[in-house]
């Protein structure tokens, strides 16, 4: 069989050498495989996704021949990466939506060709969203220096920046969120210097003063509902501590948290004591699509932290939400119970489709980004049923995943190759929620990229679109006006 | 004055007596530079690692200004080395004057005038002491030099490629190298009407343009304000606040160039043509120097000076640099390290003027310099992750990264066994032109745990290492280093420093639960310890001996407390009683008062 596989491949390579200049010969075919990096062997992709330029660490002059459905693409490595030209990427994807293409990498010795065993990469028929907003700044630090919020255009290399902290004398810029992946309304806070919530909504920039006297601290982490009337935030006391030497590096935790749900048009919060107990530690929550349920996270509170940094365990819980009358259920469903199963849950996000909520799932606290253990869980929300995405988890943190507006895609953010700097990687979600292998975000020359770049990449969220935020506008605001002060609603 | 001709070029005397004087100056500046701001190159080469890969050079090309971040870096990098950075600022000082000679000679070869065009690069030279100055601005004003001579020659072309050549350049400039082309804008509408060129208000444009290039940049959000994209502040660190000394050097360009009009050759009589001239030779390098001295902060220039010799472990020289400023706790740190790197940390540390137990480890820093040290600190007693901490906040805060801190950060993540981030640091220090082969020698420790072990730096370290969970400055710098005693009770230096600090906070409580839990452990047990055993135990010798204090140590504290009777009774001096005991722990407690 492994004869005919490599007979029918040097054939193809054979055929496909005659057509075309830049083709090349083959002249032997080799039974071993050569390593790429970064690793795209077997993933599968969007058919809009930008070139998947990769490198080899092979010597002489190499070529890699791409193959799909009626197309064939021989690119050159130049310095060892294979940059594949724009436009016959795109028409190789065209072609090839919903199927494979295959890879050879091919090598040039005494002035022969000789070919590697090739792989694939698959690519899937439903697009992702074009646009990825996300933070990057230095992935650990006490003061806050250059950081940024940006958006990628996943179909190109394109960066640009939504804002960045240089305009606010460096302060601290996080949390941007936006309703159902539509880059017309978002929201993001600024910290320290300057602070306030930044508010973009119908063209016009609000800035917010938070801190209520019925609420622990500013608003903090959001989650936008999707009539875009509210917006669900905890308030935490939030502390970090570094650690000696241990491999998660440093934790952090809360010291008390609340959940609380902000009118965007009245500028107010409002709550119960479902999701503010004076007992529980309540923090991350997501509405559902459907805009009827709230969830969060919730574990027992009044710790002595950090010293019981480890015993705290969040459990996944639901209320109802009925966003007419603003009334917030009673009754608390607890999805996942921390006390019982024994792990920690973080970062619960749910697709648009409704079917499936990935969570984070470590083994206490939740700020998944700092924790080794953390993997991506799928909830199936008609069964309950839980389980692990196994093929886009990895021995280091991945979290911080959010879902493509077909909930086809999820970008999610992983400290896989060097154990620290986070990087947003790409996973295919298929119908039966099962998650494919990762790929992560292309780039021109992607190993020199990643090398060089002492920056972490926190909070991908995709978006349908490019955001159109006025950076000087904001700036401005935030510098210049007094803000709205919001009211807590008794 | 007539031309001569120099080697087929026609050069006129008032050329070479211009260049005379650029040579005169330059020199001057070299050697001052050298004698008064060799440590600052030393520190400016600290706050960049450049990478020779083009993904660098792409990321710093692609800003306002970025060609000019470039050519500033590529220069800095070899600051590395003696002599280099005074070496490499003076040419670009005396290049500057030079174009500015060729450009300003078309309105007058006022020859006696030419020191004052080193006018310009003698300020932006003062504004250099401070390291939160960019150095791309001295870069930029030799741009601006060059581009004024090359207007000059196009003033004898047609006034529309005058202009238009001038927009295009104005742009250009603005792009590459920041607001110094407003100032060339400024200069070019001056020039054009001096020398009277034909539609001279059209003049006007290549500001204009630049002008609103720099509108568009502020409300686009690429730069922060108007003065960053039209003033010096464009060449500073956000957070400076240039007042307005940091304006004469653009200024002083207007103004020489007015000076050129206004005092042609034949408007003074020769002597006092001459007169000018030396009086400029010399007034300049003496305004230098007085400025110098009164702007410059010789406090951080001591800092610079400890930095440098710190990182080439030259430790005498640091005891003499920091030994001259002990009000300062950075100083007190590097002070009481240096004695701790010679080994006479214990012998020594009570002769210092010290300020509690932050004269050896600063609890907290709120900026890059004091991480930059108290990164290197932790490391040397071994609390690995505080060192981090600081390596990488300050590698963070210096806009493009600091080479010692990459290297520190390289050695902790070595340490720790994260040895692909470690990698990653690696791989970026190959990448530069002088760290490359320090960088080749870290990597036979990748992923080689046996290799790392054996070696002696990194191997000590790495058994020191606390073997729990715990977090480190959660209960300050002393809870680190029992734990790293805990883990290690041989380590020397971090039970030095545990003990130097319990004693010098006075802090008897802890002293004795110290020593009730090391005392038989630690592979020392100094006498200055002793003594403070004796100090919380006088009225039991018996607990005293079975927890190590010598027989000598006993004799000596009654002697002490002898001396100290007579002395109240009048019976002695206190300069005799310093000079006696003025290292011992009790002297100690009774020049500072017990707690």
Redo the contacts between chains.
């Keep these: 069989m492994k004869k005919i596989t490599i007979l029918t491949t040097t054939g193809l390579l054979l055929l496909a050498a005659s057509c075309g200049k830049g083709d090349i010969q083959i002249s032997k075919q080799l039974d071993k495989e050569v390593a790429i990096t970064p690793d795209y062997k077997d993933v599968t992709i969007p058919q809009n996704i930008a070139p998947m330029n990769f490198q080899t660490s092979l010597e002489n002059p190499t070529c890699v021949v791409i193959e799909g459905k009626g197309t064939q693409l021989t690119v050159h490595a130049k310095d060892g990466v294979f940059q594949i030209p724009e436009s016959d990427w795109k028409k190789l994807l065209a072609d090839n939506a919903g199927g494979d293409l295959k890879m050879t990498v091919c090598e040039e010795q005494g002035g022969n060709w000789q070919a590697y065993q090739p792989f694939t990469m698959h690519v899937a028929a439903e697009k992702a969203d074009p646009y990825v907003a996300y933070r990057k700044l ?1 992935s ?4 806050f ?2 950081l940024g919020i940006y958006q990628r255009n996943i179909e190109t290399y394109e960066e640009s ?1 939504i ?2 902290n ?2 606010t ?2 302060n601290c810029a996080n949390c941007h969120s936006f309703p159902m992946q539509n880059p017309e309304k978002m929201q993001f806070h600024m910290r320290a210097k300057f602070a306030g919530t930044v508010l973009m909504r119908d063209g016009h920039v609000e800035k917010l003063n938070t801190k209520t006297d019925d609420t622990m601290s500013a608003l903090v982490y959001p989650y936008w509902h999707p009539s875009e009337k509210y917006i669900a935030y905890s308030v935490n006391l939030t502390a970090q ?7 998660n590096i440093l ?1 952090v935790y809360d010291n008390n948290s609340d959940v609380v749900i902000y009118d965007v048009e009245k500028h107010e919060v409002f709550a119960n004591e479902a999701i503010k107990n004076d007992s529980v530690w309540e923090s991350f929550p997501t509405f559902s699509p459907d805009g009827k349920s709230l969830y969060f996270l919730s574990a027992q509170g009044q710790k002595q932290m ?1 010293q019981e940094y ?1 015993s705290v365990k969040y459990s996944l819980c639901r209320v109802d939400f009925d966003p007419a009358t603003r009334t917030i259920g009673t009754r608390i469903d607890t999805l996942y119970n921390a006390d019982k199963e024994g792990k920690s849950v973080s970062f619960p996000r749910i697709s648009p489709d409704g079917k499936l909520m990935v969570v984070g799932l470590q083994e206490f606290g939740n700020f998944s980004a700092w924790h080794k253990d953390c993997d991506m869980y799928a909830i199936r929300l008609d069964s309950g049923e839980m389980y692990p995405l196994t093929e886009a988890n990895s021995s280091e943190s991945d979290s911080y995943h959010s879902w493509s507006s077909n909930s086809r895609w999820m970008v999610f953010s992983s400290r896989r ?5 986070t990087r947003l990687f790409m996973t295919y979600i298929d119908e039966n929620g099962q998650a494919h292998k990762p790929f992560l975000l292309p780039q021109k ?1 992607p190993v ?2 990643y ?2 770049l ?1 920056e972490a990449y926190n909070v991908p969220e995709f978006i349908k679109g490019k955001v159109k935020l ?3 506008e ?2 401005s605001i935030m510098r210049e006006s007094q803000g709205i002060d919001i009211r807590y609603k008794k | 004055m007539s031309k001569k001709t120099i080697e087929g070029m026609a050069v006129s005397p008032a050329t070479i007596i211009a260049m005379l004087a650029f040579v005169l100056l330059g020199g001057f500046l070299f050697f001052y530079l050298q004698s008064t701001q060799e440590f600052s190159y030393f520190y400016r080469e600290q706050q960049q690692v450049f ?1 020779h ?4 050079i792409g ?1 710093l090309v692609n800003q306002i200004g970025g060609v000019g971040v470039l050519i500033s870096q590529y220069l800095i990098q070899f600051f590395l080395l003696t002599k280099a950075g005074a070496l490499l600022t003076a040419l670009i000082s005396v290049l500057t004057g030079v174009f500015l000679w060729l450009a300003f000679k078309r309105l007058s070869h006022s020859w006696f005038l030419a020191p004052l065009l080193m006018l310009p690069a003698f300020f932006y030279n003062l504004y250099l002491a401070d390291s939160y100055v960019h150095y791309e601005g001295m870069v930029a004003l030799l741009v601006l030099a060059v581009s004024l001579w090359l207007h000059g020659l196009m003033t004898r072309f047609h006034w529309g490629i005058r202009v238009a050549a001038s927009s295009v350049w104005s742009l250009c400039l603005y792009g590459a190298f920041g607001p110094v082309a407003v100032l060339y804008g400024l200069t070019v509408i001056l020039y054009d009407v001096l020398v009277k060129a034909p539609k001279n208000y059209l003049s006007l444009i290549p500001l204009a343009l630049v002008l609103m290039a720099g509108l568009l940049a ?4 690429m730069l ?1 304000n108007l003065s960053t994209a039209y003033w010096m502040q464009g060449y500073t660190e ?2 400076f606040n240039p007042g307005s000394f940091y304006n004469y050097a653009w200024l002083s360009v207007l103004a020489t160039l007015l000076l050129f009009r206004l005092f042609g050759t034949g408007s003074a009589p020769k002597w006092l043509q001459a007169g000018s001239f030396l009086i400029g030779l010399g007034l300049l390098p003496f305004g230098y120097m007085q400025i110098n001295d009164a702007h410059q902060d010789k406090s951080m220039y001591k800092m610079e000076q400890i930095a440098y010799y710190a990182n080439h472990g030259d430790w005498d020289n640091v005891i003499r640099v920091a030994q001259s400023e002990t009000g300062n706790y950075i100083f007190l740190n590097y002070l009481n390290l240096a004695y701790s790197k010679k080994g006479q940390l214990l012998d020594r540390f009570l002769t210092i003027p010290q300020a509690g137990s932050q004269s050896l480890i600063l609890s907290s820093s ?1 900026n890059a310099e004091v991480s930059m040290m108290l990164a290197m600190l932790y490391y040397h007693v071994g ?4 060192s ?2 600081h390596a ?2 300050s ?3 210096v ?1 493009y ?1 600091s080479p010692e801190m990459n290297r520190q950060m390289t050695k902790n993540y070595l ?2 066994g ?1 040895y ?2 470690a ?2 640091h690696i ?2 220090l190959e990448k530069t032109r002088y760290y490359a082969d320090w960088a080749k020698q870290m990597r036979q420790y990748v992923n080689n745990d046996k290799a790392l072990e054996a070696d002696p730096e990194l191997g000590a370290k790495r058994k020191d ?2 073997d ?7 209960y300050g710098p002393i809870n ?1 280093l029992l ?1 790293i005693l805990e883990t290690n009770p041989n380590e020397n230096t971090a039970a030095e420093y545990a003990i130097a600090m319990l004693l010098l906070d006075k802090n008897f409580e802890g002293i004795q639960v110290f020593v009730d839990r090391y005392f038989g452990k630690l592979a020392i047990w100094p006498e200055c310890l002793q003594e403070a055993i004796v100090t919380y135990s006088e009225k039991d010798m018996d607990y005293c001996r079975q927890h190590g204090v010598s027989e000598d140590v006993i004799q000596r504290f009654a002697q002490f407390r002898n001396e100290t009777l007579q002395l109240r009774h009048g019976g002695g001096a206190v300069q005799q009683l310093a000079r006696n005991w003025g290292n011992s722990y009790w002297y100690y407690m009774l020049k500072t008062g017990k707690k």
């Design positions: 230095q650990r630090y006490e003061q220096y250059r920046p804002y960045e240089k305009l004398d460096y501590n570094f650690f000696h030497h241990q491999d934790e950090p480890k190759l060097d154990g620290l700097y020359n020199e990229f090398d060089n002492l006025d950076k000087h904001v700036a | 990478l890969d083009s993904s660098y990321s502020v409300n686009q959000g922060v956000y957070f709120q609390v690995i992750g505080q981090q901490v990488y906040s590698n963070m805060a806009t990264g340490v720790n994260q692909k981030v990698e990653k791989k970026m290492l606390p729990n969970d715990a977090f480190t400055a959660l680190d734990m």
